[in-house]
């Protein structure tokens, strides 16, 4: 039980104790019938005051807590509770008031949890995002937009879009998503720093459930890679056209002139058809090569891996180069481990020692020494390839791996190359989860170092 005399009734009995006091006073003055009268109206006074304070202890003080409580939850504090152990109705509506704070504070984790995730994924996704209202005014940019166009949140929250984005392009996709209240694409270049980005931007209209325009969202990707991937495509098919021309144009010219009378002066007609025939061998190693590279570049490419004897594979190989090598007087030397085994598609190991080798000794010059290295590295097979021919420049290393790419355009047309043999050792490595790197300098030599996985389990671990 809760003391009697608490705080808020302190004036009434200071009052009474006031009264009683005055009554004091007068009863000396009183006859004796006034005085039973007087305590009589005390002892019923002194009641009245106790029924008051239980009455207040009982009903008022704990109503009174419960508005206090409600005005915690108002304010949103859903952690607070009426304590206070008395049953009947008020003790109901206190327990009431507590599951409701419960409920209520489980609605609020639950939307806390569910804004927090939307904000993640508006945050973490690969697209810029904004969101206007039907006025204008940018109520939301997430990160990636802010990664693409700088400054910071606030600088756009609450602003008139077009006082605050500079772009054109993103004005035109607003300005066009409301009047024709469908989805709008365009696209534009943004530099971000020195780096160039393409940006495609769809504005998409947002109605309410009248079917009435409330805003705009934009979506802003960054298509940088995908116009990349569209300018190789055409670069590819340009090359391509290129390379196919220059031989059919001299067969074609070639055996027009033979037709046309040359072919009756035997010399004429035997050098004819020797450029005919290097032409058409050339057409057809070109067509090999970039049926090769289509090959590795199909999406549905699966490399056959079987156990492959490595110093066999080099025996396969070094007859077609020995006599290359031999022809420009080119010191050719083999260092190969003993037992090197490899889990790869042996043919495709082969054609990377071809064109390294075929590389070496094209870029080497006459007397010059070419070298192969296969030993085994932790998990690797190394494979080296060291000459000590012309080398390559420093800026020229990151795009010899490019299709057609050639350091000396004319240089390597005589040696008969098309520019594609790196590109498919490239492609080779990769499929077999490799690294391949050059050392080279100018005027020195260069050397190429393949590590491929001994076996595909130590690819896929290495991968992981
Ligand atoms: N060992 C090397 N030394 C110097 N330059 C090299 C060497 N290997 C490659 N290069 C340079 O890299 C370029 C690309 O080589 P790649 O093998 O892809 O083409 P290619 O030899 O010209 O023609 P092919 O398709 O017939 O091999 C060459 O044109 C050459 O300029
Ligand atoms: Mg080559």
Redesign the pocket.
Known sequence: MKPLFTKPLLPYHAGFFLLVAVTGIVISQLTTEYIILFSILAVEYFILVVIMLHVYDKYMKPVKKAAQTVDEFIKGNYRARVHHSTGGSIGELSDKLNVLARNMSEFKIQEQVQEEQLSTVIDNTQSGLILIDDKGYIHLVNRKFISLFGGETHDYHGYLYYDVLANETIHETVQETFLYERNIIHSFTQFIGVDKKYIEIIGAPIFNERNMLRGAVLLLYDITHLKKLELMRKDFVANVSHELKTPITSISGFAETLLNGAMDDKDTLRDFLMIIHDESTRLQELIE?LLKLSRLEKDDFKLVRTTVDVNSLVSEVMPIITQRAEQKGIDLKTDVADDVMLEAEAQQVKQILI?LL???I??TPESGEVRLAISEEDNNVHIQVV?N????SEDAIPR?FERF????KAR?RN?????????IVKHIVDVHDGTILVD?EQGEG?V?HVYLPKSEEVSSQSMG
């Open positions: 090569d064109n075929s590389n070496a094209s870029y000459d021919g012309i080398g390559i010899i790419y050639r350091v000396d390597s040696t008969g190359g098309t520019g594609l043999g790196l590109a080279s260069s190429f």
